[in-house]
């Protein structure tokens, strides 16, 4: 693998309750990957979260779901790191976008939180220079609703959007691992947005 990212850390809530929140979209991700390299997720307390391995050694890609909340999302995320000795760059975490519309999927490389409350967590704990996979959700339109919009379940044909970016973002991923990260944001980055109704 010519990139160096040794870490998917996916961010959401854990619990039934939340499973089809748009905030858990980025479970959706790492469950639908998980299933696609034929691994299962364990639980892991040294972790906070539920961990899962993909190849051996120095190649090794960690897929990290917390069992924190999302806004300890670094408890998981800082001790993986720390005892795997994965540098901030190369961890990629998946996460909901409200600035994007429904379907959109985008890498990012480093930057602010932006309000999220996940980004902010791990943000405290590892800095700012890991890598994003922005998954769209869009936006209630008015800031008072953002609470209750990001712990709703989309709707059916924003979801079939939603999963569509998934699979985009999963596809980008592999990519950046074989060819490196350059190669899959340009895949991603460039993939045209959903027309909106």
Known sequence: MSDSIRA???LGNPGADHASDRHNVGFWLADRLAERWRLSFSPERKFKGELARYGSG???????????FMNRSGDAAQPLCAFHKIPPESVLVVHDELDLPA????????????GHNGLRDITRVIGTQYK??????????????????VLGTPSSDDRIAIDN???????????????????????LNSRKAPASD
Do not use: M, N
């Not at 120095?58 to 924190?68: G, H, N, R, Y």
């Not at 769209?136 to 953002?146: E, N, T």
């Open 58 to 68: 120095d190649a090794s890609v960690w897929l990290l779901k917390p069992t924190t």
């Open 8 to 10: 998917l850390v996916a």
């Open 132 to 149: 994003r996979l922005r998954i769209g959700i869009g936006h209630p339109g008015d800031r008072s609703l953002v609470l209750s919009y």
């Open 165 to 187: 970016a998934i699979d985009a973002g999963i596809d980008a991923f592999e990519l950046a691992l074989d060819k490196g990260w350059d190669h899959g944001a340009q895949r």
């Open 103 to 114: 379907g959109t999927a985008r890498f990012k490389q480093s930057g602010g939180h932006g």
